[in-house]
């Protein structure tokens, strides 16, 4: 009795929280040139003007989908290491790198994103791609860092001493016989900034620049002036993209394993 009730509540619980998206993944195929719900019929009508919309296309394609993928490959490249030297080794001012790593996660993005631009006002510098990127790695690293720390934590340090002891160098030792282990960590650290930095609106609406619109922003935009269900075609889209990245993340996690 007591674990049905629990997973009453849960899947209460989730569907209230997917509810709303199933919504919009609904009215994206209605026919319907408002957002009504339920629609009356289907259409890939919302789809096509989507396509045919020169700037939301270049918004998903060649802003947001660029700037997360180099955001990903950066708190990956930087993180990784990052949480091998904070994992492996104790030095001084270990504690206080540990400290700058996870305070992003401890001020409202909003706020986050008033200070750069108010830092790139005060260097003379325009917003753009660039500063965008570096503004989501900042808040992409702490989950990047403490994923490959957790990962470390069940890797056996004996493993690289035994590959050095074969010949292996350092290096060597850890890419043949540490990362293995860890490349399920490496992999949904780099899933999860690309995730993070995808949906980034806090930061987007005050570091895009000319001609770098990304599409959360775009989309907020259109919904203070128009309200067609295109942008309920977008939104689809982006679900897609998030709920396919989150089916590897969970793959590779071994989720819904016993």
Same mark, same amino acid.
């Given at each position: 009795?007591?674990?049905?009730?629990?997973?009453?509540?849960?899947?209460?619980?989730?569907?209230?929280?997917?509810?709303?998206? /199933?919504?919009?993944?609904?009215?994206?195929?209605?026919?319907?040139?408002?957002?009504?719900?339920?629609?009356?019929?289907?259409?890939?009508?919302?789809?096509?003007?989507?396509?045919?919309?020169?700037?939301?296309?270049?918004?998903?394609?060649?802003?947001?989908?660029?700037?997360?993928?180099?955001?990903?490959?950066?708190?990956?490249?930087?993180?990784?290491?990052?949480?091998?030297?904070?994992?492996?080794?104790?030095?001084?001012?270990?504690?206080?790198?540990?400290?700058?790593?996870?305070?992003?996660?401890?001020?409202?993005?909003?706020?986050?994103?008033?200070?750069?631009?108010?830092?790139?006002?005060?260097?003379? /510098?325009?917003?753009?791609?660039?500063?965008?990127? /570096?503004?989501?790695?900042?808040?992409?690293?702490?989950?990047?860092?403490?994923?490959?720390?957790?990962?470390?934590?069940?890797? *056996?340090?004996?493993?690289?001493?035994?590959?050095?002891?074969?010949?292996?160098?350092?290096?060597?030792?850890?890419?043949?016989?540490?990362?293995?282990?860890?490349?399920?960590?490496?992999?949904?650290?780099?899933?999860?900034?690309?995730?993070?930095?995808?949906? *980034?609106?806090?930061?987007?609406?005050?570091?895009?620049?000319?001609?770098?619109?990304?599409?959360?922003?775009?989309?907020?935009?259109?919904?203070?002036?128009?309200?067609?269900? *295109?942008?309920?075609?977008?939104?689809?889209?982006?679900?897609?993209?998030?709920?396919?990245?989150?089916?590897?993340?969970?793959?590779?996690?071994?989720?819904?394993?016993?």
């Amino acid at each position: 009795m007591t674990a049905a009730l629990y997973r009453a509540v849960l899947t209460a619980i989730y569907g209230a929280l997917i509810a709303p998206l /199933l919504v919009v993944v609904i009215v994206s195929f209605g026919n319907s040139p408002t957002f009504a719900f339920p629609p009356s019929g289907f259409t890939l009508e919302w789809f096509r003007l989507f396509l045919s919309k020169e700037e939301m296309v270049s918004a998903l394609v060649n802003v947001s989908l660029p700037i997360a993928a180099a955001t990903a490959v950066l708190a990956v490249a930087i993180g990784v290491p990052t949480g091998i030297a904070l994992s492996r080794f104790r030095f001084r001012g270990g504690g206080v790198l540990f400290a700058l790593v996870n305070m992003p996660l401890l001020v409202p993005q909003i706020l986050l994103g008033v200070s750069l631009l108010l830092l790139l006002i005060m260097l003379n /510098l325009r917003p753009g791609m660039p500063w965008l990127v /570096l503004a989501h790695l900042t808040i992409t690293m702490p989950f990047v860092v403490n994923i490959a720390m957790a990962a470390l934590a069940k890797a *056996d340090p004996a493993l690289e001493e035994a590959a050095m002891n074969l010949g292996c160098t350092r290096p060597g030792a850890f890419l043949r016989a540490t990362l293995p282990v860890i490349r399920s960590g490496v992999l949904n650290g780099a899933i999860l900034a690309f995730i993070i930095s995808f949906g *980034d609106i806090n930061l987007a609406l005050f570091l895009s620049g000319p001609g770098v619109t990304t599409i959360p922003v775009y989309t907020f935009s259109s919904l203070m002036f128009q309200a067609q269900p *295109d942008i309920a075609a977008v939104s689809t889209i982006q679900i897609a993209i998030v709920a396919g990245l989150l089916l590897v993340l969970g793959k590779t996690v071994g989720l819904g394993r016993s």
